[in-house]
């Protein structure tokens, strides 16, 4: 036996436009039925108010009190057929016939009808209690009689020329006139409830439709889920998330994103004022190309940044940002460059290596031992291996030994010449190579490359370091020249001190022929040296713009806490700082 399909719940706008039409129909039916009671109500103290002034008008006839007096007086009550003849029922069916209502009732002072609409019930007692009117108090009634149902009124005929109750009239008018006179004034009432209605099943409508738009067609279980999902997703992943919504604030600032930009939480903030990178907001305008990634410095971190549009059915939801954490992957990228140029700085020594030794085997051969003997003095004296690099033995830290001369390599298979300027003098040892490596080589690499496209015949770099000593660590300063022709016109026209000079320093600056590519880490090198330096309370600066044909520009980097003092201090190492160099230049002004 087939089993019947599961029933599928209601949306929840479904539910909410059935639960909003009921409300509305509610409100409407119990408006529409105080509002009938109340005119209810309303025509029947009308009705009271009229009987009561009829009533008060026929008990104040004369006539009246006269008869009624009279009739009070005599024994016992005339036959109905005398009363129906009398003026009392001429007065009573007159006023009755005038005015509409549905009985004038006149009595005696004992309760018995002198007038009456039916002859059959003269001389009979009323149906209802006469007591307070014959009390001498005038009342206003609701109550069913011989007649039916009525709104009316009892008021006390007194004798004439005295205070003593002779007796009654009662008027009423029948419920059903004003049963009859609601249902005209109904019709307002029920179209204006129809009216209300119809509006509110509109209004009913419209909210649905608005409730689809901004819940994207989502049902409750689905957006809670999604909450849940984007709080799970946002904070548990190292990436930086920017969101930004269609009317241009930041609806999305995850806490990678804070802790990569340093900045608290900007959501709810207008994107175009946000305190990010300029290059973060060119990649969400109008005519930026969707999904180029570019690098950016942000503090001491190199980020990568691209941007997408967020759609949703082809409704546009704005854009999102994500921020990729580099810097670790630029300090391991700098650090293979230097273990790649080490090991073809190896590679290459190991040819010489193996040619000094076929040269001692080709003496020990035919039999020229003292000639072998001499070749390897001169070997032993020089070292077996030699880096291309001028004047190396004025570095005694073996680290920058070693940099520096990989680097001095990778400049010669370029054909510039690497040296040590005559000033170098470093008698401590490098304690941050992360940060040295970084800052050195950016400068050499730069040095190298406007060298190669410099207009000279002679290529070369020239390199000086000097370490200071001081109480939390020592400071490395960092001066490099080259042969090339200088840094652009427009660059260098404010001089070495000048605000453009800085221009060399912005993120994206490259004097590469080639294009830079996106993502590619061209343009961040002198950008990223001077965040590191700046960060350890140092700096990197054009000390010299150059000129066109050389000698090219120098640049001077200080970088503290970078060098520890070895066994023995040299005393005298700040009297070097003053010497004729370009270290001394810097600190004279």
Known sequence: MKRPAPRQPLRFSTQTLLLQLGVVLLVVLLSGAVHAWLTYERLGREAENQALTLARTVASDPAVRREVRAISREAGTPPAS?????????????????????????????????????????????????????????????NTGTLGPSAGAKVPVFGPDSDTVVGEVSVGYSTESIVQSLARDITPIALTAAGSLLAGILASFLLRRRLQRLTLGLEPEEISTLVHDQVAVLQGVDDGVIGISADGRISVFNAAAQRLLGRPDLAGTPWQHAPVPEQLKALTRPDAAEGDAVEIIAGARVLVASARKALHRQEDLGWVVMLRDRTELQHLTRQLDAVGTMSTALRAQRHEFANQLHTIAGFMSIGQHQQARDYLARL????????????????????????????????????????????????????????????????????????????????????????????????????VADSGDGLATGTAAGGADGVLADAVFAEGFTTSARPARAGGGQGLGLALARQLARRRGGDVRVLEPGSPGGPGAVFMATLPRTTAAVAETVAETGSLIGKDSYIGKDKDG
């Open 380 to 479: 032993a004296a020089t070292g077996p291996l030699k880096f291309p690099v001028d004047q190396a033995e004025l570095l005694q830290d073996p680290y920058l030994q070693a940099f520096v001369g990989a680097k001095g390599v990778e400049a010669d298979e370029r054909g510039v010449t690497l040296r040590i300027g005559p000033e170098t003098l470093v008698r401590g040892q490098v304690t941050e190579p992360q940060d040295v490596t970084t800052v050195l080589g950016n400068l050499i690499d730069n040095a190298v490359n406007a060298a190669v496209a410099g207009s000279g015949t002679d290529r070369w770099v020239e390199v000086e370091l000097l370490d200071e000593p001081g109480h939390d660590g020592g400071t490395l300063h960092i001066v």
């Open 82 to 142: 005398v009363l129906l003849a009398g003026p009392l029922m001429a007065v009573a069916e007159g006023a009755r016939t005038r005015t509409g209502a549905l009985f004038v009732v006149i009595t005696d002072e004992t309760g018995l009808r002198l007038a009456h609409p039916d002859a059959d019930r003269l001389g009979e007692k009323v149906s209802t209690d006469p007591s307070e009117a014959l009390s001498g108090k005038e009342v206003t009634t609701r």
